[in-house]
Each structure stands twice: as structure tokens, then as C-alpha cells.
């Protein structure tokens, strides 16, 4: 189902949770709303859903605006963040319920069910209470119950919060899966970046009722639109003056703009392991986190801190000991404007041709 | 030390409930099954009984529809603002602070014979005070908070979303009233309705008030009882007062039960 969203706005009393929202959503894509806590993404999915009636702006869904329709007409399908299963129906009552409600026969409602319930793997606990079933199982009857009357959208709020790290790797995958073989559209609400990274098509980014930005996981991470988004997706560090650095000193004649650096954007090394030496600025260790897999570097330039990660195959730095570094780039922001810039010393200053 | 106050515990405790209770029983049959016997089958007895049980059957009906509907609208009702459902849910109390006595009061002063909506219905033919729509307006008055007040939390306990989870799956309230909130609330209206059966059954304060005890016309057994106790028939007085302490032993039996359901469920 294509879904288009026009200036939808919410207020509870004085607090606007959604603030002017508009995007669109192409038919059997699979999106993820991602923010902080308290951001208005679940108000938003609510609102999609009918269970909440926007203060103004327009749903529409399939080009038929679906704002007085309520939630039993818009053909959607909810998975809710604590499932709300129905807790006195069994596994098999909870999946039929929704057709029931369309009076199916029975043999059609037995046959939608069963294969329902195959699909997700549930088979051999139709006779169970929900209080009888694991998280993992719990959201998967609540997934096959949201699918059961076949709906043209499917909403997931925070589908995983509710389950042991562990599983919950496990279960997105088997989550993505499962929307990409059903071919249904899919919104799910996250506050987890890895999970909306790692299931999503698409992902808008909401912070206090804004659309920060809407693209490709890949999209935002490499362009970054607002100072929110960079510093929400991925680890930067957030550095005031970053005239410091080599390549950058012509920002010393902007006060009030910021740099955010990205571990992954900074080359260190021992004197003489980095090749550009005209573009590296020295640096003391200040501290060493060991990561499992890594080692987490605290550096110090003059009061400027950075961090970044070495590999455990290089030799270990000491606490104390200098080093090189080299900023590949940065994205900079102040009150007015927001850029990327690349170092412009990379670019080796006297190639040599042979 | 302590053992005297297990005793005294017990004591008390004997005194309080054990006693009266033995009491009445032996009370009711001092003079034999027969005194028993003519004391219930009196008329005025059977009149009262009947005048009760009516009451009750009545009573019971209309708050177990009205208080469980009083309790969804004060708990799921976005329409309402959080603060008139404070005040509402604050309001929904008062028959428990009140005095029965003054409730009754309220209905003589509000529908009264002599005041202006007493004078219209009497003209329509329909008596309220010192009749029997008066005396279920005034028990419905002290027994209104009963229902709600035990559907209310397990309302709020379940929360809203299974019942969001209906809708999104189609259906509509009153489909989603029966399959999804009934079944979990069901132990508490029971609860509730033998509470409001006990408690309408005893009423006397307010009922007094509003029928006038008026024999073989407003009387109910428990404004009998206290009629019979003033002409010193203590026999019959315990008569009533054995069937009455009978049903409701036999409620409190039922509650225990439906308590222990509700804390399954």
C-alpha cells in the first residue's frame, strides 16, 4: 500500500508530540522509525493506525485519505509493543480472531490459521495461553494475529523491546524475513539504531516530533542532514574547535561552528606510519579501553578530545605516548548551516607522475 | 504478654461475631420450629421479604449494568479530560461517606410528595417517596459505588490495548466488549454483584427514611426486624433476622469463592 503523510501534527494539551510531518512510503517497503525515547514515533504510528486522531494534516492511504476512517476500516495489521495478546484465547483463538470478526466459514478460518501459525513456526503450541509461551513466541502470535486478516500495512511498535538480547538478533532476522516473503509495508518503531540499520529498507530519523531525515540506512549515515542525525547514528565525538587540526585551521575564522568526527574518520599511528605526514597532527594517548574486539583510544589534542579504535593485530599503544593523526573528514555544523568537509590536505600536495 | 493478647484478640473477635451470630440462632428458635414458623409466615413477614427481595433483584440489575458502564467510560473515555474524571471518580464515593440516613434524606427533599418533581410524578400517577420506586432510587444511592470500584482497577490493570488490538483486527466495541474486556473483568462483576446483593439487602437507614415503614406496603425485613425488636417480639424478630444472617453467610461463601476465581483469571 503507497502512503503518503501531509502536515500531520499532534498535540496533547500544550505538548506537541508530532510537529508538521510529511513523507511518502512506497507499496512493500519496509521502513523504520528511529529516534530517541518521548520523540513522537510511536504517536505517529498510532496516528497511521487511527488509534490516535491527528490535531491536523492528512493520512492517505492508496490515494483515499484515511483520517475519519477508523482503525477497523483502514486494513492495517498492529503489532504492539507488549503484544497485547488476548490473554484468556489460546494461541489458535488469538490468530482466528481477527477473522471471526469478518464471519468467516470455519473451514477457511482453520485453513488461514493453521497456516498462519506454520508460517510462524508456532506449530504444536495452537492449545497454549500466551502466559504459557516464551517473548520470542509471544511476538510471533502477535505478528501471525496482525497478518491473519490479510491487512495492506503492517505497524510494529518497538516489536523487540520486550525480548532477551540475545533472541532478539535472532528474531529480527527471522522478523525481515518473514515481511520480505508476506511482501506487506511495514513501519516498525525502534530506538535502537542497530535494529533500524539492520532490518530497514528505509529509515526516518524522528527527534521531538520532527522527520529529521528519511532515506537508506547507508544514505544517512554517509550524509548526515542535520547535526541530530549525525550524532545519532553511528559514535562521534563532538569537537568545539576544530582549527587544531591540520587541514582545518581555515575554520579558525568561523566562531560558533562545531566539527563532529567519527571514530572511523581518524587514521592514527606511530611517527611515521601515517603516509601524509604534512596533513597528521600530534596527539597523546590519554586512555585505552579494551573493546573485545578492539582497543576504544582516548586521544588528547591539547584539550581537544577524539576517539577511535586500533586493531589488536597492531602493536599496543602505551598510555602517555604520542601519536599521529589524521582526520579524514568532518561534519560541520553551526547555528545556521550544516556541511561535510573533507581534509583538504589528502590530497597529496606535489604528486609525482611517472 | 502475648498470649494475653491473642486472647483478648479472640476474644473480641467472639464477642463481636460468634456471639450475635449464635444468638440469633438460638433466639429464633426459643419457642420451637413453630415459633420460627409463624414468625416467617406472618404476612406482614412475607410482604417485607418479598419487599426485599425485590429490592435486590432490582438494585442488583441496574448497578451491575450502569456501574459497569460508569467504570469503562471513567477509565477508556479520552473524551472526558483528566480532571473532570478525577472529580467524577472522586463524586462516584460520596454514597460511602455519606450516612445512608442522609441520602435518604436527599431523596424526601428532592422528590418528595410536597416538592415540585414529587407533585409531577404523583400527578402521572407514580409515587416515589414512601413507595417502592423511592426506596430502590435510595438503596441504588448507597450501594453505587459497589460496581464500580471493583471493575475500575482491573480496567486499569488490563490497560487499553487488547481492546486496540480488537479494533485493529475489526472489530467493533460491542463485539470487543464481550470477547476481550468481559472475560477478563467477568470475576469482578461477580464480586461486585454479590457485594451490592449483601449490602442492598441489609440497607436500613436510607430505606427507612424514604419508605416510612409503612406495614404490608414499605416495609422490608430488615425495617421488620427493627419494628418487631421495638414491640418486644423478639422471637420473630430473630426469625427474620436467621434468614436474612442465612443468605448473606451463604453470599459470603459465594464471594470467597469468586474472589479465588478473580485472582486465577
Do not use: C
Not at chain 1, 512493500?28 to 514515533?41: D, R
Not at chain 1, 488509534?51 to 492511504?61: A, H, M
Not at chain 2, 453467610?249 to 478473580?262: D, F, N, Q, Y
Amino acid at each position: 500500500m503507497h502512503i503518503e503523510v501531509r502536515g500531520l501534527n499532534k498535540s496533547f494539551g500544550d505538548f506537541n508530540a508530532v510537529k508538521d510531518v510529511s513523507f511518502d512510503i512506497e507499496k512493500g517497503k519496509l521502513i523504520g522509525l528511529l529516534g530517541p525515547s518521548g520523540g513522537g514515533k510511536t504517536s505517529i504510528l498510532r496516528m497511521l493506525a487511527g488509534l490516535e486522531t491527528p490535531t491536523s494534516g492528512d493520512i492517505v492511504f492508496h490515494g483515499q485519505r484515511v483520517n475519519d476512517l477508523p482503525p477497523q476500516e483502514r486494513g492495517i495489521g498492529f503489532v504492539f509493543q507488549n503484544y497485547a495478546l488476548f490473554k484468556h484465547m489460546t494461541v489458535y483463538d488469538n490468530v482466528a480472531f481477527g477473522l471471526k470478526v469478518k464471519k468467516l466459514s470455519k473451514e477457511k478460518i482453520r485453513e488461514r490459521v493453521m497456516y498462519l501459525i506454520e508460517l510462524t513456526g508456532l506449530k504444536g503450541f495452537e492449545h497454549r495461553y500466551p502466559h504459557q509461551l516464551s517473548g520470542g513466541q509471544r511476538q510471533r502470535v502477535a505478528f501471525a494475529r496482525a497478518l491473519a486478516p490479510e491487512p495492506q500495512l503492517l505497524l510494529l511498535d518497538e516489536p523487540f523491546a520486550a525480548i532477551d538480547a540475545k533472541i532478539r538478533t535472532e528474531l529480527r532476522t527471522w522478523l525481515k524475513e518473514m515481511i520480505e516473503r508476506v511482501g506487506i509495508t511495514s513501519i516498525f518503531v525502534t530506538h535502537d539504531q542497530e535494529e533500524a540499520i539492520e532490518v530497514a529498507d528505509e529509515i526516518m530519523i524522528i527527534s521531538k516530533g520532527r522527520l529529521e531525515q528519511k532515506g537508506s540506512p547507508w544514505d544517512i549515515y554517509k550524509n548526515p542532514e542535520t547535526p541530530f542525525v549525525a550524532s545519532f547514528i553511528g559514535e562521534s565525538t563532538i569537537v568545539e574547535d576544530i582549527s587544531i587540526l591540520k587541514g582545518f585551521e581555515s575554520l579558525s575564522d568561523q566562531p560558533g561552528t562545531k566539527a563532529l568526527i567519527r571514530p572511523e574518520y581518524i587514521e592514527h599511528g606511530k611517527p611515521g606510519e601515517i603516509k601524509l605526514a604534512s596533513a597528521a597532527t600530534t596527539a597523546t594517548v590519554r586512555q585505552l579501553h579494551f573493546r573485545g574486539s578492539e582497543w576504544m583510544v582516548e586521544l588528547a589534542i591539547g584539550d581537544t578530545k577524539l576517539i577511535t579504535y586500533r586493531s589488536l593485530e597492531r602493536e599496543v599503544l602505551q598510555v602517555g605516548g604520542q601519536v599521529q593523526v589524521l582526520v579524514h573528514r568532518a561534519y560541520m555544523f553551526n547555528d545556521d548551516d550544516s556541511w561535510i568537509m573533507e581534509n583538504p590536505l589528502k590530497v597529496d600536495p606535489m604528486p609525482i607522475h611517472i | 504478654m502475648r498470649r494475653l493478647w491473642i486472647i483478648l484478640t479472640y476474644v473480641i473477635f467472639t464477642l463481636l461475631l460468634i456471639v450475635p451470630l449464635v444468638k440469633i440462632f438460638t433466639g429464633a428458635w426459643e419457642e420451637g420450629i413453630d415459633g420460627f414458623w409463624d414468625a416467617l409466615s406472618r404476612p406482614q413477614s412475607i410482604h417485607a421479604l418479598m419487599m426485599t427481595g425485590i429490592i435486590v433483584v432490582l438494585v442488583t440489575i441496574i448497578n451491575t449494568l450502569f456501574g459497569v458502564m460508569l467504570a469503562l467510560y471513567l477509565v477508556r473515555a479520552q473524551w472526558l479530560g483528566p480532571r473532570l474524571k478525577r472529580l467524577l471518580n472522586s463524586i462516584v464515593d460520596l454514597p460511602f461517606a455519606v450516612s445512608p440516613v442522609i441520602g435518604g434524606l436527599m431523596i424526601v427533599l428532592i422528590l418528595g410528595p410536597s416538592t415540585v418533581i414529587g407533585a409531577l410524578f404523583a400527578d402521572m400517577g407514580v409515587n416515589i417517596v414512601y413507595a417502592l420506586p423511592g426506596m430502590i432510587l435510595a438503596t441504588l444511592f448507597v450501594t453505587f459505588p459497589i460496581m464500580v470500584r471493583e471493575v475500575m482497577p482491573v480496567l486499569q490493570e488490563i490497560g487499553a490495548q487488547q481492546e486496540e488490538a480488537a479494533s485493529t483486527l475489526g472489530a467493533y466495541s460491542w463485539y470487543t466488549f464481550w470477547k476481550v474486556t468481559w472475560p477478563s473483568i467477568r470475576w469482578g462483576v461477580i464480586y461486585g454483584v454479590v457485594l451490592t446483593v449483601a449490602r442492598s439487602m441489609g440497607e436500613f437507614g436510607a430505606v427507612l427514611v424514604v419508605s416510612g415503614n409503612i406495614m404490608n406496603k414499605t416495609q422490608t425485613a430488615t425495617t421488620l426486624v427493627y419494628q418487631d425488636v421495638e414491640n418486644f417480639n423478639v422471637v420473630a424478630a430473630n426469625g427474620i433476622a436467621l434468614v436474612l444472617a442465612a443468605v448473606s453467610v451463604g453470599l459470603l461463601l459465594l464471594m470467597e469463592w469468586s474472589k479465588k476465581r478473580r485472582e486465577v483469571h
